[in-house]
T-cell receptor
Framework: GAGVSQSPSNKVTEKGKDVELRCDPI?????LYWYRQSLGQGLEFLIY????????KSGLPSDRFSAERTGGSVSTLTIQRTQQEDSAVYLC??????????FGPGTRLTVL | GDSVTQMEGPVTLSEEAFLTINCTYT??????LFWYVQYPGEGLQLLLK?????DKGSNKGFEATYRKETTSFHLEKGSVQVSDSAVYFC????????????FGQGTRLTINP
């Protein structure tokens, strides 16, 4: 069956611009996670959704970062006024609510 | 807070060598433990997991045993192949709540023929 998909696969933007990253989880998975993978910080948790609610946003690094999930499915991570330190691979994962999380291929964001 | 410490890489071995990648953790309660693998150009994949003390996770010839007394979850394989070249991440999820993954820093493994 279809796995987690993310778009775009690559995004190059200029400092100060806003970007939107999309995640399509596996159908029926109620839990959705965003992580960030960067050279300096490794793999870090950003935000967790259960359905359309985000009970844990503790990993969002600043108020420039926000995310939403609609219809218990697609999620969008938005970064406003991008900075060079935002350059990273942004990973989305979904879970049926049990132990295992299934990861998408990631979006590589480069801020010039 | 919860944390995971992995053996630093990179690790380079010859084909058919024995592999150990050390992983220790700090967590309250009884976390679930995981090894994820990232092959070149691919996304993160779950390699194996263990959800309680003394459980052994195994997959593709890899094994790891959840040792609560030493707070460890070392990854082992008896005979590595070139196709095992990848980055390996040890991770945990705490009890309850978001079940968010806390990752180690990753270990890059290269197997030479």
């Amino acid at each position: 069956g279809a796995g987690v998909s993310q778009s775009p696969s690559n995004k190059v933007t200029e400092k100060g611009k806003d970007v939107e990253l999309r995640c399509d989880p596996i159908s029926g998975h109620t839990a959705l996670y965003w992580y960030r993978q960067s050279l300096g910080q490794g793999l870090e948790f950003l935000i967790y959704f259960q359905g359309n609610s985000a009970p844990d946003k503790s990993g969002l690094p600043s108020d420039r970062f926000s995310a939403e999930r609609t219809g218990g499915s697609v999620s969008t991570l938005t970064i406003q006024r991008t900075q060079q330190e935002d350059s990273a691979v942004y990973l989305c994962a979904s879970s049926p609510g049990f132990v295992e999380q299934f990861f998408g291929p990631g979006t590589r964001l480069t801020v010039l | 807070g919860d944390s995971v410490t992995q053996m630093e890489g990179p690790v380079t071995l010859s084909e058919e060598a024995f592999l150990t990648i050390n992983c220790t953790y700090t967590a309250t309660g009884y976390p679930s433990l995981f090894w994820y693998v990232q092959y070149p150009g691919e996304g993160l994949q779950l390699l194996l997991k263990a959800t309680k003390a003394d459980d052994k996770g195994s997959n593709k010839g890899f094994e790891a045993t959840y040792r609560k007394e030493t707070t460890s979850f070392h990854l082992e394989k008896g005979s590595v192949q070139v196709s095992d070249s990848a980055v390996y991440f040890c991770a945990l999820t705490g009890q309850g709540g978001a079940q968010k993954l806390v990752f180690g820093q990753g270990t890059r493994l290269t197997i030479n023929p």
